[in-house]
């Protein structure tokens, strides 16, 4: 079993996908609260979990929970997120980690008022094969980086009713698939020193495709594409004078990479074996920041969470996409 009792609050798609995953790597999740008890009681017993919440609060309030993972829409999480920082529990919540950089900077002081862990669920960042990546980043492989490029695009729905398409819910492209490219620009580049954007909007005002172009401090070029609407590669490449990476499709999710060098040959040629869909990772090193004390590690730290969502603040601004939480 693992050092921390793990609570999932609410019940959608992505909280099956980490239960699972959960258990898989044998966490120890022991509750789950929902809106209303019946779907409680259903994801309990899909995942043979001892306790089932009818409400947000009880979960929070339950003794024997040590953390709280929150998967919610993108304008709950905040909400959601202070409400386990509150009742003393560590919190992992989904990325995008708020819908704004307030929001964030907000959950960020309260966890370190309170000394507990506050931390994005952008579980790519904690995946083997981004562990390599960075690995041969630092080993000064790639030589001087000049070029970022990398989408995250599918089709998936252009329903208006959809929560994709709902700006009441954080719909949009940018949020749910943009967010990762833009996060693993920051991750290879650091902080963008200029951002232009691009973006196609829907019937109902949500962004279905996003375009970044991002200058950084060393003078490096990224691009990111993100679209609801169709399906594009999904895939991301590291180019550098000296040698360049490409993460196969799809790139956010365990996969494969080649290293190749000018002349073509390969350097390296790296194979993912993952049990499950990967999401455990992120849970391990929550569970390991916290033994050790640090509360963050140089994967994700939680003021690179929050600048973050300053850039994609920027890039509403320019693409004018407002939510309903934020007036």
């Known amino acids: 079993m693992s050092a921390l009792r793990w609570g999932i609050l609410a019940t959608g798609g992505i909280a099956h996908a980490f239960a699972s995953d ?3 790597a044998g966490l120890d999740l022991v509750a789950v609260g929902s809106r209303s008890q019946a779907s409680a009681d259903a994801f309990a017993a899909e995942f043979d979990i001892p306790r089932a919440h009818g409400s947000y609060a009880d979960l929070a309030a339950d003794p024997d929970v040590d953390i709280i993972y929150v998967s919610t ?3 709950m999480h905040a909400e959601n997120a ?25 959950l960020r002081d309260l966890a370190a008022d309170k000394g507990l862990l506050v931390m994005e669920a952008m579980w790519t960042r904690y ?30 729905t252009d329903d208006p009713s959809h929560r ?7 719909g949009g492209a940018l949020l749910d698939l943009g967010i990762y490219p833009i996060s693993f620009v920051w991750d290879i580049l650091g902080a963008p020193t200029t951002v232009q954007a691009a973006a196609r909007l829907g019937d109902t005002g949500a962004d279905a495709e996003v375009a970044t172009l991002m200058t950084h401090a060393s003078g490096a070029l ?6 609801s609407r169709g399906s594009g590669p999904n895939t991301a490449h590291i180019v550098g004078t000296e040698a360049r990476i490409d993460i196969d499709r799809v790139w956010y999710s365990p996969t494969s990479f080649t290293v190749t060098a000018p002349d073509g040959s390969i350097l ?26 640090t509360l963050e ?3 994700l730290p939680i003021d690179e969470s929050v600048a973050i969502m300053g850039t994609l603040d920027d890039i509403r601004r320019q693409i004018g996409v407002s939510y309903p939480s934020e007036n």
């Not at 409400?83 to 907000?106: D, I, M, P, Y």
């Not at 994709?164 to 954080?170: F, R």
């Open 22 to 24: 959960l258990q898989t």
């Open 164 to 170: 994709l398409n709902a700006l009441p819910l954080g």
């Open 73 to 75: 829409p993108h304008p």
């Open 297 to 299: 590690g140089r994967e």
């Open 222 to 227: 990224s691009t990111t594409v993100s679209s």
């Open 82 to 106: 202070r409400l386990a920082l509150e009742a003393g529990k560590h919190a992992l919540v989904e990325k995008s980690f708020t819908v704004n950089r307030a929001e964030a900077q907000g």
């Open 268 to 293: 390296e040629r790296y194979e993912s074996h993952v049990e499950g869909r990967g999401m455990q990772y992120q849970a391990l090193a929550a569970e390991r920041f916290v033994a050790e004390g």
């Open 127 to 156: 995946l083997p094969h981004m562990v390599r990546v960075r690995e041969i980043i630092d080993a000064g492989t790639l030589g001087e980086i000049r070029t970022v490029f990398a989408d995250h695009t599918q089709k998936i």
